[in-house]
């Protein structure tokens, strides 16, 4: 590996304390509990709706105290960005005592009195500029998805109560991974006419990830007459491996039967948004009763292109080390618009040879009744469709010149490069398209920088102002 890409996964300033920082939150916590409780109501009620089961989609919250404790803070890196903005890397640990009841239709009132989170952000201030407040925006987010323990309150006494605790806290930290785990950011202007394009931080390239062989495998621990057939039948794993990456979507490999030292050699690319982000992976054993857990693995990115772009995992279960062994190697590709959008760098299933970004900064120009206008905007590439959260009049919000400050990314295979579709931009109301643009792949990937950035025309008087890149891959080297 070349010194370059050495260089940069080295690059540190030293951590230090944050005595200031904690000092600064402590004053402020009455002020940031307020704020994260107006926060929690307006975003997790609705996601709490869209995503529980059955009568717990009703469960609202009736109290939303954080507390007199305030988070801490500690270990922080400070860095320079590429694109000229500051990084902070720092360590939360939050033992809140906290007055929390969230209640529905037809469950019991459920209550949490402590959360305990631990994590690592990474919060970006970008652009720089030169008046004040000399900072455009901040964007907050989990390198990777915290560790989080809720305590309820003994709310009632009924047998389903662990299965409701287990599905609240999973709802919480998949809301928490959709906002603010990478490559998710949590956005906060900090100057009003902050340009969107200034402020993106796009993505440090991708992954090539090849899960190899295991080792050592053992068949998941059963008990009772599970373990009494294991024995008669000679039970062999089925074994297959699934990778988590951040927030970015999970990938499984395909099922090596009867193996206790299965290969696979399958290859997929995750896109990098931090070094320090974690690679995960979970053995399973493949069944038809339910799959068993075999063992859990996990480095960072950083260190595995550090030792050479090879790693091998050593496997626990429920927090206990095993025998089991799992390999992995690695080869990081930059994003560049200056790298071509090659065959030769996307060889197999899965593997891709770019990306395109589009950005959605604002709509203008919107005409109609205020409170009859919620707008949106679709993005369209062939059979892949992103869409912005939709905007609501309220008093003081500019509904005829939404901001939307969001990122779409789809990974292109060497097939969609050679026959592409077009980018098509639509701009809605609730449920109807209120006009559209289509811009031709052909003119991005022919425009300088392979970069078209504009207010689209998209009809009746309306325009979408949006980017549209394409980078290639090009090996790091």
């Given at each position: ?17 944050a ?5 600064l ?28 089961p059955?009568p ?26 590429a694109n ?24 019991p009132k459920?209550?949490?009195e402590?959360?305990?989170?631990k ?13 004040i407040p ?5 964007q907050v987010a ?12 003994d709310?009632?006494?009924f ?7 287990k599905?609240?806290?999973?709802t ?14 949590f ?15 796009p993505?440090?390239g ?31 794993p ?5 990778v ?5 979507e ?16 399958e290859?997929?690319?995750?896109l ?6 974690n ?10 009763g339910?799959?068993d ?5 996990q ?14 995992l ?19 590709y ?5 790298a071509?959008l090659s065959a ?11 990306l ?34 939709a ?16 990122a ?6 060497y097939e ?6 077009n ?13 559209s ?8 990937f022919g425009?300088?920088?392979m ?6 025309d ?9 980017s549209i ?9």
């Amino acid at each position: 590996m070349a010194a370059s890409l050495v260089d940069t996964l080295t690059a540190s300033g030293g951590a230090e304390p944050a005595g200031f920082l904690n000092d600064l939150v402590e004053q402020l916590w009455p002020n940031i509990s307020v704020a994260g409780a107006n926060i929690a109501k307006s975003v997790v009620e609705p996601i709490l709706a869209s995503t529980l089961p059955g009568p717990l989609s009703s469960l609202h919250f009736v109290k939303l105290d954080f507390g007199h404790v305030p988070i801490r803070l500690s270990n922080v890196d400070v860095h320079k960005t590429a694109n000229q903005g500051i990084k902070l890397d720092l360590d939360v640990h939050w033992e809140g005592e906290c007055d929390i009841e969230l209640d529905g239709n037809n469950v019991p009132k459920i209550g949490i009195e402590k959360v305990h989170l631990k994590g690592r952000l990474s919060v970006l201030l970008s652009p720089l500029l030169n008046v004040i407040p000399l900072i455009g925006a901040a964007q907050v987010a989990f390198i990777n998805p915290p560790d989080l323990k809720l305590d309820f309150t003994d709310a009632a006494s009924f047998a389903d109560f662990s299965l409701i605790k287990k599905a609240v806290k999973n709802t919480i930290l998949s809301i928490i991974s959709g906002m603010a785990v990478l490559p998710n950011r949590f956005l906060v202007k900090l100057d009003a006419n902050n340009d969107y394009f200034n402020t993106y931080q796009p993505h440090l390239g991708v992954l090539r990830l090849t899960v190899g062989r295991a080792s050592g495998i053992a068949g998941p621990k059963k008990s009772g007459a599970s373990r009494l057939l294991a024995k008669i039948v000679k039970d062999v794993p089925d074994c297959y491996v699934k990778v988590n990456i951040g927030a970015e979507e999970e990938w499984r490999t395909s099922v090596q039967k009867n193996k206790h030292d299965p290969e696979w050699n399958e290859t997929h690319d995750f896109l990098v948004t931090d070094f320090e982000q974690n690679i995960s992976v979970d053995v399973q054993d493949d069944d038809l009763g339910g799959d068993d857990d075999i063992g859990l693995g996990q480095t960072n990115i950083k260190e595995v292109l550090l030792n050479g772009g090879s790693h091998e995992l050593s496997l626990t279960h429920n927090g206990d080390p095993t025998d089991g062994r799992l390999t992995i190697q690695a080869q990081f590709y930059h994003l560049a618009a200056d790298a071509p959008l090659s065959a030769q760098n996307s060889q197999g299933q899965g593997q891709i040879c770019g990306l395109a970004t589009i950005l959605i900064a604002s709509a203008l120009g919107l005409s109609g009744q205020p409170k009859e206008l919620n707008p949106s905007v679709k993005v369209t590439f062939g059979d892949k469709e992103f869409a912005t959260a939709a905007k609501s009049y309220t008093p003081g919000t500019d509904i005829f010149n939404p901001s939307f400050d969001q990122a779409f990314k789809i990974p292109l295979t060497y097939e969609m490069v050679s026959n592409p579709a077009n980018f098509r931009i639509s701009l809605m109301n609730k449920k109807d398209v209120s006009g559209s643009v289509e811009v031709p792949f052909q003119d991005v990937f022919g425009a300088p920088g392979m970069l078209i950035a504009d207010n689209l025309d998209v009809g009746n008087g309306a325009s979408v102002r949006a980017s549209i890149s394409l980078t290639g891959l090009q090996l790091a080297q």
